[in-house]
């Protein structure tokens, strides 16, 4: 079959498109693009902002009018499925917590996936939880996705494994909310252990972080900060730079803490690559 994965935001969605991809390519199928009159088009959406609403809209209209079968997935349906439905009776909604079915729908055996086709990346995003437990207020993506799930650690490192020998040299360490790997675990891990045996069960793939909040950077990750395969980067959302908006925001840090890391950091690792997420306009 020829098939088609369209995805829309963030770098979970990114990852988890990825994983449909290898798994269709790896059971004989085809990736194609709509020009290409798939047979099956899988639309990976988004619902961070009006915008990406407006996008997911258009874009599963176009998919319709290529004949393909459409399924329909990520967050938007999982937000405003009626929404969705609405737009033609031919469309198959599936939610985030069962978005791995559209494996089993494909007919795919998961055994046999071997994570070696990726045509438009050389940083392959390895995805390590999904959800989120805060309850930021301007953010709906905890009702999307739900509280925070980590895969083991041997999965992971066993995913990294399979990309070192197929040549990745570097992977990007992805999920809605990273800092709180492992605390659903049992016996409950972090971040910094599973960085911990990702190094000592690969030999050569660098990790890059994706973004962590300032309140879930620890020592023990500072320290392996310092190894020379994790990428010297950190991505740390500040929002905001006022106290009564962070309160307003629910965010879990306050403007100084957030100086004080970032300071922290810098005085640590002097030439470190540091993003962030500021918020412009927040209507309270």
């Known amino acids: 079959m020829k098939i088609a994965v369209l995805t829309l935001g963030c770098k979970t969605n990114q990852a988890e498109s990825n994983y449909i991809k290898n798994a269709a390519v790896s059971s004989g199928h085809s990736i194609v693009t709509l020009k290409d009159s798939p047979d099956i088009c899988i639309i990976n959406t988004c619902t961070v902002t009006a915008k990406s ?10 998919a319709l009018k290529t004949g393909a079968r459409v399924l329909v997935t990520g967050c938007y349906s999982e937000i405003s499925a009626d929404e969705i439905k609405a737009i033609s009776p031919d469309l198959k909604v599936i ?35 999904d959800g989120c437990n805060y309850a930021c207020s301007y953010c709906t993506i905890p009702k999307a996705r739900g509280r925070s799930r980590s895969r083991a650690v041997e999965e992971i490192v066993s995913e990294i494994s399979m990309l070192e020998d197929n040549g990745f040299a570097e992977v990007v360490l992805t999920g809605i909310h990273i800092g709180h790997y492992g605390y659903d675990l049992e016996p409950k891990v972090s971040l910094s252990h599973l960085l911990d045996n990702i190094l000592s069960g690969t030999d050569r793939t660098r990790i890059r972080l994706s973004s962590i909040e300032a309140n879930e950077i620890d020592d023990r990750l500072l320290e392996l900060l310092s190894d020379k395969r994790v990428c010297p980067h950190l991505h740390i959302p500040l929002q905001s730079g006022d106290d009564l908006i962070l309160k307003q925001m629910k965010r879990p840090y306050s403007r100084q803490y957030y100086i004080n890391k970032v300071q922290e950091v810098l005085k640590r690792f002097p030439g470190i690559a540091l993003g962030t997420d500021i918020i412009v306009g927040f209507p309270g």
């Open 53 to 62: 609403d407006y996008q997911s809209r258009q874009i599963i209209r176009r």
């Open 95 to 129: 939610g985030n917590l069962q978005k791995s079915n559209i494996i089993k729908i494909l007919g795919i055996d998961t055994e046999t996936i071997a994570l070696n086709y990726f045509p438009d990346r050389s940083r392959p995003f390895v995805k390590i939880q």
